[in-house]
Structure formats: structure tokens, C-alpha cells
């Protein structure tokens, strides 16, 4: 059974970082891409990053980059966000997703298995 745990989320004023994991367990790490998403409240879930199983390729919502930056370590099954400059705007809830196979998907329906996610809160 696939489990995807985030952590890292919070509160944080504008202009300031918060370092997302994910780690993963019951799956194949180094089989799938991983990515993130978010949602605000009454908004539709989005992409914003995705990585591939070898972490050689990225990307990224225009909305995040240059701010954000996707990595992944497969020694510990686990992926991070690391976000930086963070805007009033980035305020939602993060979800982690794996992604079976070797391409690089953006749609929430590339993604077979995600985690519960974690809130993130972005105070001007």
C-alpha cells in the first residue's frame, strides 16, 4: 500500500522560506516521478512542481518559478519543495503525488497516489 507523508508546512510571513517533504513508502521510489500540488480554499487543485525518477529533469508552474525548487533523494524515499520568497499568494494546502514510470506529467491525473498534505500559510 503506497503512503505518501508531507511535512514542513506552517505559517510564515511574505518574503520568507519553508523547506515541504514527502516520504514515501509501500511503492518502488526510484519508479516514479514525484510532484507537488496545491489548493487554496475554493480554488481548484493546481500543479506546481514535478520531478523525474532520476531527478535529472524538472518542472515547474510559472506562478513558482525561479522560488520554488523541486528535489528528490532516493536513498530515503523522499521528495522536497523548497520554497523561498514566499507570497500571500502561495497560501494552500500541499499535496505530494507519485507518478508511476519514467515520464514527467503535469496533470493531477498523471498522479496514481497522493499524500494527505499539509497547510501552508503565507501572512503579509
Known amino acids: 500500500q503506497v503512503q505518501l507523508v508531507e511535512s514542513g508546512g506552517g505559517l510564515v510571513q511574505a518574503g520568507g522560506s519553508l523547506r515541504l517533504s514527502c516520504a514515501a513508502s509501500?511503492?518502488?521510489?526510484?519508479?516514479?516521478?514525484m510532484g507537488w500540488f496545491r489548493q487554496a480554499p475554493g480554488k481548484e487543485r493546481e500543479f506546481v512542481a514535478v520531478?523525474?525518477?532520476?531527478?535529472?529533469?524538472?518542472y515547474y508552474a510559472d506562478s513558482v518559478k525561479g522560488r520554488f525548487t523541486i528535489s528528490r533523494d532516493n536513498a530515503k524515499n523522499t521528495v522536497y519543495l523548497q520554497m523561498n520568497n514566499l507570497k500571500p499568494e502561495d497560501t494552500a494546502v500541499y499535496y505530494c503525488?507519485?507518478?508511476w514510470g519514467y515520464g514527467l506529467g503535469r496533470k493531477a491525473t498523471d498522479f496514481g497516489s497522493w499524500g494527505q498534505g499539509t497547510q501552508v500559510t503565507v501572512s503579509s
Open positions: 503525488a507519485a507518478q
Open positions: 520531478i523525474r525518477w532520476n531527478g535529472l529533469n524538472t
Open positions: 509501500g511503492l518502488t521510489f526510484s519508479s516514479y516521478a
